[in-house]
């Protein structure tokens, strides 16, 4: 959804407030699809103080699911967009990738307020077990009886390395 600034612009002094619907339901990175749970409007208020200028205040909660990255359940986690901004079209520099021209991308705004605050590792919980090396089985549920102990053998030189600094 594009929304004109210029109009914004010419409305200067005004407060100009937008309710708008984002039309994406999946948030893609890296490949990976993460389909959006829950969506609030995004809340836009804008006022323009100068002929080159609009101050931009964005308001939105989005909830994405995804799985945990040790045990593989579905993880559903917010984000809250609340971010005020400052656009300066009278500064050649200023690059923002969600501004054409004139126009803000709503879209791509939100996208990138998503990618800045996305978590680096997904997790159920803080202390989650992840699941079994040997059988797969979720290690959060109880213990399978597997005999974890067992390293596999690509990693042999590596515990031999650390057994010679425990005995040092």
Do not use: H, W
């Not at 967009?81 to 079209?89: A, M, N, S, Y």
């Not at 803000?104 to 996305?118: H, K, P, S």
């Amino acid at each position: 959804m594009l929304i004109s600034l210029a109009e914004v612009m010419n409305r200067r002094g005004e407060t100009v407030q937008v309710e708008v619907n984002t039309s994406f339901d999946v948030f893609k990175r890296n490949d990976v699809d993460y389909p959006i749970r829950k969506k609030t409007p995004v809340r836009l208020t804008m006022t323009s103080p100068s002929s080159k200028r609009v101050l931009l205040q964005a308001e939105a909660e989005y909830v994405l699911s995804a799985p945990c990255d040790r045990c593989l359940r579905e993880v559903e986690f917010p984000f809250e967009i609340r971010r005020t901004l400052e656009i300066d079209f009278s500064k050649s520099e200023e690059e923002m990738s969600f501004l054409l021209g004139y126009e803000l991308d709503v879209d791509r705004f939100v996208f990138e307020e998503i990618l800045i605050a996305f978590p680096t590792k997904i997790l159920c919980n803080e202390d989650c077990k992840g699941i079994c090396n040997v059988c797969g089985a979720d290690l959060n549920a109880g213990e399978c009886g597997c005999d974890r102990t067992v390293i596999d053998p690509r990693m042999a030189a590596v515990q031999d390395i650390f057994k010679n600094f425990a005995s040092e």
